[in-house]
């Protein structure tokens, strides 16, 4: 990224626009010959109804089955022949596919976009075979529990709630999926209004909006009104374990906490950084991995919805270590809301995280990504420079308060795996 003549990060030139459809445009100039483009849309895992768990991420792996003119093989083909690449995923909130290509395939990347959001065509054998792709992906996942048991997680703490279900769904659900539920869900949630085009890259911002207008300007027709979203419902802590075959205890504790757009978020970010975030000299890593020596890895997160957030802690151990390690996290918690942060400690945490993000905005893959989720939710872009703003104005008392609220032992749900 490049720095202006005071040494901070240059705010970036991005350029906006909306088609009469409602689909909107975003595009960051970046001098590379890579260019990044895509789609992002305002559906996931949690905009489907009971029997369809996991068709989001279902439709996702069919826009690449074949469209009204392209089979799979020309649809897979269209950007590899040109070195290019076409990617996709699904989150609880979202669906991304884009595309990574020489700046000179531009037309080449937006219309092939267009052709597989717009008319793919969902062939019955594709269904039946993806289907047979999904249920081995969920047979891996099945096999691994590190990742499986923050799902596990989200369904103790939202039950019988969207966001609670596995994004790739279930072997039931997955079963009764054909190509008219397939084309319903695409129907009532592929609408442009629900869309957002980011690019990234040298081409022009003129030839961008022509090219969009050419290829993106279809009517904004739904054949029904999108899902809703509703609140979760936010019920007592409970601790509960599941029986698998481990050689260790994989352990995970957490509690809600804010959504995407609360205005202290910055404070959130910054203290689950300083307890157990990316750093090897966070709290938590640094009490039970490097003085003690119980653990492999130890990790604290977050995941911001639109309307809710959870915040969790991980780790895994030998079963006769569990409750040191409950022990000395409870011990980081009552520091930080008995003990508020010296300004040296608060100024190494800021300069630390802020070193993070700074490294990780040299990947420009990832700040396409993250500008277009946030023009899907915010209809704005936060560049470096405000996001360190907002971080350099938190304080030690908004985070000790902070700590009060969401680091109470009582407070937290458990799930372990033995």
């Known amino acids: 990224m490049k720095t202006n003549d005071n040494g901070r990060y240059a705010r970036p030139s991005v350029s906006t626009h909306q088609l009469p459809n409602g689909l ?26 009971p029997d369809e768990h996991g068709m989001a991420h279902f439709v996702e792996h069919l826009l690449f089955k074949g469209t009204q003119k392209r089979k799979a093989h020309h649809v897979i083909n269209r950007m590899e022949n040109v070195g290019g690449e076409l990617n996709a995923y699904t989150t609880k909130e979202e669906t991304f596919i884009y595309a990574t290509f020489l700046s000179e395939y531009f037309e080449r990347a937006i219309e092939l976009l267009s052709d597989i959001v717009f008319h793919s065509n969902f062939p019955e054998h594709q269904i039946q075979k993806e289907r047979d792709v999904i249920l081995d992906e969920i047979n891996s996942y099945i096999d691994s529990p590190s990742e499986l048991i923050f799902d596990d997680f989200e369904n103790l703490l939202f039950p019988n709630h969207e966001i609670g279900h596995y994004i790739l769904g279930t072997t039931e659900s997955l079963l009764t999926f054909d190509k008219k539920k397939v084309e319903n869900f695409v129907n009532r949630q592929y609408s442009p209004s629900n869309m957002v085009l980011f690019s990234f890259g040298k081409t022009p911002f003129s030839k961008i909006v022509r090219l969009s207008e050419q290829y993106f300007s279809r009517p904004n027709i739904q054949h029904s009104t999108s899902k809703k979203r509703e609140l979760p419902f936010m019920g007592k802590p409970r601790k509960h374990q599941l029986e698998k075959d481990t050689a260790q205890t994989h352990l995970i504790l957490g509690t809600h906490t804010s959504d995407m757009f609360h205005p202290d978020r910055y404070v959130l970010y910054l203290l689950n950084h300083i307890l157990g975030g990316g750093a090897i000299n966070s709290r938590l890593n640094n009490s039970l991995r490097e003085k003690h020596g119980l653990v492999y890895n130890v990790e604290s997160n977050l995941a911001l919805y639109t309307d809710t957030g959870l915040f969790s802690i991980y780790f895994a151990c030998d079963k006769k270590h569990v409750e040191r390690c409950l022990k000395l996290i409870d011990k980081e918690f009552q520091k930080l809301t008995e003990f508020p942060l ?8 800021k300069r630390q995280y802020k070193g993070q993000l700074g490294i990780a905005s040299e990947n420009n893959e990832s700040i396409a990504l ?49």
């Not at 595009?27 to 905009?47: A, M, N």
């Open 342 to 349: 010296s300004p040296s400690q608060l100024a190494t945490a």
């Open 24 to 49: 909107r445009i975003i595009h960051q100039p970046f001098p590379s010959e890579i260019s990044y483009c895509g789609i992002v849309i305002d559906t996931g895992s949690r905009d489907e109804f």
């Open 370 to 418: 993250r500008m277009a989720k946030s023009y899907l939710h915010f209809n704005q872009y936060f560049p470096l420079e405000d996001i360190f703003t907002k971080i350099d104005g938190v304080t030690s008392e908004q985070l000790q308060n902070l700590a009060k609220e969401l680091l109470i032992w009582d407070k937290q749900y458990q799930l372990k795996y033995i």
